[in-house]
């Protein structure tokens, strides 16, 4: 029972463009959601978050979308650049633990 | 302030031994999370450890453990090792909660390779 999905395995962007990277979520009790962006071999890394009380939150070229009648998150990139390129996960909050989704390989074409 | 750090950073083992494996959090940071990463799962909750107590856990078998120490590291183990433990192991902290309204910080995780 996936409770976060990211149905896309992979996305191709061009630099400068916008990327708009999408997760959906089952469980409406979760109230907290993260983004993550993992290169190979390493841990992810913090991007953004936004608590169910908002519906967007920016920070510099990143912004995050929540829609919480339609339990669905976004996270738009914008420009995009080529350093933007790795595997990107969202991840939301329940008690005492985070449900990750399988995450969504970005590439920024130059 | 340093981050997450794990040790090992690389691990081989062969199938029926345990491994051990060590987090030691943000300092300041009192809760600790395991995640298991393959290919095709994404990262897959193991447990959650807050003041030395196991506050959550995932659906793993009973061969993975772990624990916290009063300094609010961490380890877990797995005994019996099978194939399929074959994994990035991930641990992240964060100051109090592990959970809701708190961001996690991860580790650059333990490899793991089962032969």
């Known amino acids: 029972d996936q409770q976060v999905k990211q149905n896309s395995p992979s996305l191709s962007v061009q630099e400068g463009r916008i990327s708009i990277l999408n997760c959906d979520y089952t469980?409406?009790?979760?109230?907290?959601f993260l983004w993550y962006k993992k290169y190979p071999a390493e841990g992810p890394t913090f991007l953004i978050s936004?608590?169910?009380?908002?519906d967007k939150n920016e920070d510099g070229r990143f912004t995050v979308f929540l829609n919480k009648s339609a339990k669905h998150l976004s996270l738009h990139i914008v420009p995009s650049q080529p350093g933007d390129s790795a595997v990107y996960f969202c991840a939301a909050g329940g008690t005492y633990k985070y449900i990750f989704g399988t995450g969504t390989r970005l590439k920024v074409l130059a | 302030k340093a981050g997450v750090t794990q040790t090992p950073r690389y691990l081989i083992k062969t199938r029926g031994q345990q491994v051990t494996l060590s987090c030691s959090p943000i300092s300041g940071h009192r809760s600790v999370s395991w995640y298991q990463q393959t290919p095709g799962q994404g990262l897959q909750f193991l447990f959650e450890?807050?003041?030395?107590?196991?506050?959550n856990k995932g659906n793993f078998p009973g061969r993975f453990s772990g624990r916290q120490f009063s300094n609010s590291r961490s380890e877990m183990n797995v005994s019996t090792l099978e194939l399929g433990d074959s994994a990035l192991y991930l641990c992240?902290?964060?100051?109090?909660?592990?959970?809701?309204?708190?961001?996690?910080?991860f580790g650059p995780g333990t490899r793991l390779l089962v032969l």
């Open positions: 992240a902290s964060s100051s109090r909660s592990g959970g809701a309204g708190e961001t996690q910080y």
């Open positions: 936004i608590s169910s009380i908002k």
């Open positions: 469980n409406s009790m979760f109230d907290y």
């Open positions: 450890y807050f003041s030395e107590t196991q506050r």
